[in-house]
């Protein structure tokens, strides 16, 4: 964490979640941004206060009723709108994810209103701040890009609906092969050969669960069998998939109702693990 003058506060990441450039938490109190421009869409969320700024030199703001979204090569500064400040939540977008071709209908409309979307693209942000939420935050970030894509008048970006069944079953198989492993639908969707919220979305209806349930529940069937066995609960986080003991302890916690050192009868202080986000 970076702390500037006033109680201005940064804080800034790569997570591991394709087309996510960077993820920037930020409060300001005065400081203003010089005209510049980024390679990247800029999409953020106001928590606290107001920001105005020029885009492509007309004046616009932003408050937290709404999403906003900055094109990628196109001039914008910005300053607080009140002597109090703002806080702000942004992420950078790869155009991979958003397409240039709606770079005029961002510039025109910049502001969406959506209070739904707003709250996506929070939770996005809470999933984006866990590694071991990989998964979910690139379907979460596969809806808000779908509906940004339509409040800017885009069509949809996947494909018309196919038979789910053969679709679903593929993930599935993909899923399993690389269970251990650090899991992105964008790889998923290549090796399918279909968009990331279509293979998402068949995986639910086939089987009922959402593909970032199924390889949390995986995962901790393969954790239960290894404790149960002894085995360290760190060496087991680590060989299962899970960042560390603390994220094993809170996702088992979330499935059974109880720690994993409870489950197996051990007598093992966990509650510095429990309530770790």
Request: glycine share 8%; aromatic share 6%.
């Amino acid at each position: 964490m970076e702390r500037g003058d006033r109680g201005a506060t940064i804080q800034a990441w790569k997570p591991a979640v394709p087309g996510v450039r960077e993820v920037l938490h930020a409060r300001f109190i005065e400081h203003a941004y010089p005209s510049h421009t980024h390679d990247t869409w800029t999409l953020f969320i106001v928590d606290a206060g107001g920001i105005r700024y020029d885009l492509d030199r007309r004046a616009r703001g932003a408050d937290s009723s709404m999403v906003g979204v900055l094109p990628p090569h196109v001039a914008h500064d910005g300053r607080p709108a009140t002597s109090d400040g703002y806080r702000k939540r942004v992420v950078y977008l790869e155009t991979s994810l958003l397409p240039e071709r709606l770079i005029g209908s961002a510039v025109d409309r910049p502001r969406i209103p959506d209070v739904a979307l707003r709250q996506h693209v929070s939770v996005l942000h809470e999933l984006l701040a866990c590694r071991d939420d990989a998964l979910e935050a690139e379907m979460q970030l596969a809806r808000i890009t779908d509906a940004v894509r339509t409040a800017l008048g885009d069509e949809p970006s996947e494909p018309g609906r196919g038979p789910q069944a053969p679709l679903a079953e593929h993930l599935r198989e993909h899923l399993d092969d690389h269970l251990f492993e650090p899991i992105t639908l964008a790889a998923a969707a290549v090796r399918v050969g279909a968009g990331t919220t279509q293979l998402a979305r068949a995986f639910s209806e086939t089987f009922g669960i959402p593909p970032h349930r199924y390889v949390i529940g995986r995962r901790l069937d393969a954790a239960r069998d290894r404790i149960l066995r002894g085995q360290p609960l760190a060496d087991v986080a680590a060989e299962v998939g899970f960042v560390d003991q603390a994220h094993l302890t809170r996702r088992f916690r979330q499935f059974m109702g109880t720690t994993p050192g409870r489950f197996a009868g051990r007598q093992v202080k966990e509650t510095d693990f429990d309530d770790r986000p």
